[in-house]
């Protein structure tokens, strides 16, 4: 029997409850699917105590260089072309003149053995199933030597200590390792402050140390975090670009400069004739209040001129991310958290699936652009996002990016 006009009536006056809708229930066999990096932070958030995730997951300061790496790739939008062809599109391409499956290359990030016991092993295991190129950090939690029995292409990323024959040792063992370049980090005069881990107290398990310096442990008695005590203690802050010919007399390999955010010091990196440069800003862990780094990949660019590679890493974390760096000239990126998450989720085989995500993001992104070959992504894959100006527009030269692009801003006449 139907509900009376009275009742009707009582119904329709009652307010509206906003009460959530429960999930339903899995059927049996049935898993979570991660179908993007933010699924992968969240069960990796859920399996690691707080002080690693926020160890992994944490900026400098109130982390707002952090959050505009990110943002960043919203400034910008594609310019797809149709009716081009694209049953078959290549990822392929090459760094340093080392072939790649496709422009993604595993960054340096320390400490990896917090998030997966076996740590950098399992990294390298999935890097190698891949064909991707790792860079393996000083402080590692597993030795260089371990991670290269794997096979895994390398890199070996490297700080500068007080003890410049430690320094030297590292680089000695990282050439007889089969390492293909040093990746020297500019960017870490001292250590950024980070309040997460000054919260947390951040500090090491008693049973894990940095591996390739002797496994030394990091200070008990740190006020605040042991690894910012270690760095003021231990790293050479009086590091110059005078130093860099030191560096390239202790080996023969390739060197990449890994801090880049202005085309002054791209222009000085090409200058004292590195091989390629990183533009980084550590992950947003460094200096707060540093450029996001695509928004100053163009105008790295355009100061090196090509005379070295240019890669970059910070707030990548789709494959569509790919195609825009690459735009706007970086000849591949680094990726560290994405694939820290997957780590902490499901070990080697996480590792594995974030990689094969964004491989296949990439494939879709650059078919649905109409671009068949990595060497067919130039400047006119991108715009300007509407109503945005990256803030390196009006810089010295920086208007240059834009013309790599196609477009010049309002204002700005073609011959400036």
């Known amino acids: ?87 078959n599109v290549s990822l392929e391409t090459t760094v340093l003149g080392v072939p790649m ?32 190129l790792l860079v393996l950090s000083t402080i590692s939690t597993v030795p260089m030597e371990e991670v290269a029995a794997t096979g895994v292409d390398r890199w070996f990323q490297l700080y500068v200590m007080k003890d410049r024959s430690l320094t030297a040792h590292l680089v000695s063992r990282a050439e007889a390792g089969g390492y293909g370049a040093i990746v020297l980090t500019v960017d870490t005069p001292h250590l950024g402050r980070r309040l997460r881990d000054e919260r947390n107290s951040f500090a090491l398990p008693p049973e894990m140390g940095m591996a390739n310096l002797q496994d030394v442990p990091l200070p008990e008695d ?31 390999l390739p060197l990449v400069l890994k801090g880049i955010v202005t085309g002054e010091d791209a222009r ?24 996001a780094t695509l928004d100053v990949l163009p105008e790295v660019a355009d100061a090196v001129g090509g005379r070295c590679e240019i890669l970059l890493d910070g707030g990548v974390r789709r494959g569509s991310d790919v195609v825009k760096a690459v735009a706007l000239g970086a000849k591949a990126v680094l990726i560290g958290r994405p694939y820290l998450w997957g780590l902490a989720a499901a070990g080697e085989a996480g590792v594995r699936a974030v990689l094969e995500m964004f491989r296949d993001e990439l494939e879709l992104a650059m078919a649905l652009c109409g671009r068949r070959s990595i060497s067919e992504i130039d400047g006119s894959a991108v715009a300007p996002a509407p109503g945005t100006v990256p803030t ?23 011959s400036e």
């Open 222 to 252: 740190a006020d605040g975090s042991s690894l910012a005590k270690y760095f003021g203690s231990e790293h050479d802050e009086s590091l110059t670009w005078d130093d860099l010919a030191w560096i390239r007399s202790l080996s023969s």
């Open 101 to 132: 499956p496709f422009p993604v290359i595993l960054a340096p990030t320390a400490f990896q053995r917090l998030a997966d016991r076996d740590g950098e092993l399992a990294t390298a295991r999935a890097a190698k199933a891949l064909g991707v």
């Open 268 to 291: 000085l990196a090409a200058d004292h004739d590195v091989d390629g440069i990183i533009v980084s800003n550590h992950g947003g862990r460094q200096l707060d209040g540093a450029p």
């Open 392 to 414: 390196w527009a009006f810089r010295g030269g920086g208007g240059t990016g834009f013309r790599r692009a196609g477009f010049v801003p309002s204002g700005m006449r073609e």
């Open 1 to 87: 029997m139907g509900a009376s006009e009275d009742q009707l009536t009582d119904i329709s006056a009652e307010p509206l409850k906003d009460e959530p809708i429960p999930d339903l229930p899995l059927g049996e066999g049935v898993h979570e699917r991660r179908v993007s990096i933010d699924d992968f932070e969240a069960a990796a958030r859920r399996k690691l105590p707080k002080m690693a995730y926020d160890y992994y997951a944490g900026g400098a300061g109130d982390e707002w260089t952090l959050s505009e790496n990110r943002e960043a790739f919203g400034r910008w939008v594609f310019r797809p072309r149709v009716l081009v062809g694209v049953s």
